[in-house]
């Protein structure tokens, strides 16, 4: 049993949030992962309100347990998502890609607790300011969107100045990076890549098995020049955009190079051309298993790791 | 010109610019490369040092020095 501020706030059993990732954090992942007793979250990304009505069906189906939506607030259908999310009653979201601060006010008026993803401490304290309820600090370690930071820095830096709780992200995919997360002052930790490899993920087969390959140093940022630099796998899209991008391509040619490549990879399975957008845990994810698998390894490897290796000794004496 | 004075200690202090640098006119992200953190970073010190809350929506129009300036000038008068 373990109590945080953040299982308190939303009702769940653990304090383990699955990532809401675009396209593929679908309800039917979200809502394997909440009934395991983490957090699930549909990724809204850009896509519309019927992709995104269709899958909170699709989790309530699966759960009677909370689960949230991450919005992005660059979609073009922003507007309408946040409207279903609060007509759905959904009771969390989290906000990535930009400053969700205008529509704090919004969220606190309908009882929807907001989390945004964060990579600085003065965002997360502008964020906390303004009514945020939890943030979730993202180290550059993550796939997908990453900010500068790495998860070591960041978390304690934002947990040293904030009253509201901190959820740890990017870099933590097993019950060691948890535990790493709980010592730097997180009262819960966000996982995405782990689950890309849920069973429940409707992540191209192609796109796991590249997950479960890659090693150590196999993912590289692209779009460093851009204002949304993202974190891939090598492959031979990632390959020709880097070229591009040294050789001093403009804005406007590397954010055509990159439109759609993401669920071009994630589901359309081709791995060469698209963007398989992952964390450098991929190191450390080797297994294609039940979310419920998951969430219950992290869980009783934090657990065992605390009781059996460091919770014995006084280090200090 | 107190305000503008502290404002540019927030922005020497953030940005590393120099303080003869920074003109009313200073555009904060074209002149002074200010990017979108970096805003954030003082919009918060400017709300510590002068106890008050800036709005999001008021944010997101500050485009020069000069735009803040007059923002704090008048925010202070109705104090």
Known sequence: MIKTRVTEMLGIRFPLFQGGMAWIATGQLAGAVSSAGGLGIIGSGTADVQWLQREIEAARRLTEHPFGVNLVLTSPHIEENIALVIKEKIPVVTTGAGNPGKYLPLFRDQGIKVMPVVASVALARRLARLGAD?????????????????????????????????????????????????????????????????????????????????????????GLTTLYPVRALRNSFVRYYLEQERAGADQEMLRKLGAGKYPEAALGGDIENGSILAGQVSGLVNRVEPAAAIVKDVMETAEALLLNRLGVEQWSE | MAILDDLKDIIVDILDVQAQEITEESKLVEDLKADSLDIVEMLMQIEDKFGLQIPESTAEDFKTVKDVVDYLEKRLQEK
């Open chain 1, 134 to 222: 939890a943030i979730i600090a993202e180290g550059v370690e993550s796939g997908g969107h990453v900010g500068e930071m790495t998860t070591m820095c960041l978390v304690p830096m934002i947990a040293d100045v904030l009253d509201i709780p901190v959820i740890a992200a990017g870099g933590i995919a097993d019950g060691r990076g948890m535990l790493a997360a709980f010592a730097l002052g997180a009262e819960a930790v966000q996982m995405g890549t782990r689950f890309i490899c849920a069973e429940e993920c409707p992540a191209h087969p192609d796109y796991q098995q590249k997950v479960i390959k890659a090693k150590d140093r196999d993912t590289e940022v692209c």
